[in-house]
């Protein structure tokens, strides 16, 4: 029997001031293997728009997240995911 991973605590990255103060949207797609001890290890930016914004603070939240790992016969084991980062300017 397979559970998928579950996330704990997530961790929303701050925006960039750079991207804030030009009005700059995007999003990090990243990799990442989440430890049999629910630990994020070894994130890997898979897309990024645009490049060069927003993938260190996508990086830096990812790191903080916790996750209760995944689990084959009640056994629990490391596993890689992947995690789509929005950053969205709100409105005013």
Request: aromatic share 8%.
């Amino acid at each position: 029997e397979v559970r998928e991973m579950i996330l704990l605590v997530g961790v929303s990255p701050n925006y960039p001031e750079i991207a804030a103060k030009n009005k700059i949207e995007g999003s990090v797609v990243l990799e990442f293997l989440v430890t049999k001890e629910g630990i994020v290890k070894d994130p890997v930016v898979i897309s990024s728009n645009p490049k060069g914004i927003f993938e260190k603070e996508a990086i830096r939240a990812i790191l903080k997240h916790k996750f209760l790992a995944r689990s084959i016969n009640e056994i629990l084991v490391d596993a890689y995911a992947t995690l789509k980062f929005d950053f969205k300017l709100t409105k005013e």
